[in-house]
């Protein structure tokens, strides 16, 4: 597969929840706007997160994330639900380690930990465990995630 071959996978149909915003004006809805103005930041503590929920299962293979340089997660690890409880159990899926800089960062999500189910998965969670603030606070410009849908 190549990086052709990938889809954007984030949409208006993507639910958005995060742990906290500093303000309404740094609010979760700029994560996918495609405007550089504009950011989610978050309150001060740690860990912080970001969860994606989405309307059809997905197979993420690539993350890209712009942050604001000195609120930078620079521990983030991505989890998937488990499949076996009606409630929402995460596992570790890879952890990844962005740097404190105010330029687009992309990865390519291998799994670490565990296999994406071939079906995909329908939910995806960024786990903020470390930041270059003082604070614990995160700022992010643009969220990108992109993949496959399942066969």
């Known amino acids: 597969m190549t990086s052709s071959d990938l889809i954007p996978l984030l ?3 993507t639910s958005i929840k995060v742990s906290s915003t500093l303000e309404k004006a740094t609010g979760k809805k700029n994560l996918i706007d495609n405007n550089p103005e504009t950011c989610w930041t978050s309150q001060q503590g740690l860990p912080q997160f970001i969860q994606l929920g989405f309307k059809d299962r997905v197979i993420p293979k690539r993350l890209s994330l712009t942050f604001q340089g000195g609120f930078v997660g620079t521990r983030c690890v991505l989890l998937i639900p488990t499949e076996n409880s009606d409630k ?12 404190d800089v105010n330029r687009r960062q992309s990865f390519d999500l291998i799994s670490t930990q565990i296999q994406i189910p071939d079906k995909g998965i329908s939910a995806l969670k960024l786990s903020f465990e470390e930041s270059s603030d003082f604070f614990g606070r995160i700022t992010v ?3 990108n995630l992109e993949g496959t849908t399942p066969a």
Do not use: F
């Not at 929402?88 to 740097?99: A, H, R, S």
């Open 88 to 99: 929402k159990d995460w596992q570790v899926l890879t952890t990844v380690y962005p740097e």
């Open 141 to 143: 410009y643009d969220l």
């Open 11 to 13: 949409n208006e149909n």
